[in-house]
């Protein structure tokens, strides 16, 4: 179990820097304004407009498996902590001893500061 929420963590990593990277290299709305009044080579690379639906589409694919992902994590993280529940709670914490907060404190606790002199003693 262990191993497969590993596998998960690792795998939305890396679609998540890969959708970090796709958004970052996507041009704005705006910027088909400027190529469209002459102010320059406009997709050049993959056409007139092939690289936006490419870019676009790759980004929207790579959304739904983070999502699909992330779905998948809260479901092995859920049995994993129905697991561990339905195990109980192992006898060295049932037989283990926690002192309560009064039981720590000392019962004159000012008593060992040179200099000050406790309500009760005067």
């Known amino acids: 179990m262990d191993t497969i929420i590993t596998v998960i963590l690792t795998s ?5 820097a890969a959708l970090i990277a796709l958004v970052m290299i996507q ?17 050049t690379f993959f056409g007139s407009s092939g690289a936006s639906s490419t870019l676009t589409r790759m980004t929207a694919w790579l959304a739904v498996a983070f999502f699909v992902l ?9 049995q994993q902590v129905n697991n561990m529940s339905a195990e109980g709670v ?22 060992d500061v040179p200099g000050i002199v406790p309500v009760e003693d005067q």
């Not at 041009?27 to 997709?43: E, H, I, L, P, R």
């Open 70 to 78: 992330c779905f998948a994590m809260a479901h092995f993280t859920r």
């Open 27 to 43: 041009q704005g709305k705006g910027a088909d304004m400027g190529a469209a009044f002459g102010s320059g080579a406009a997709n």
């Open 12 to 16: 939305m990593v890396l679609i998540s």
């Open 90 to 111: 192992p006898e060295a914490v049932e037989q283990a001893q926690v002192p309560t907060v009064l039981e720590t404190v000392p019962e004159n606790p000012l008593s």
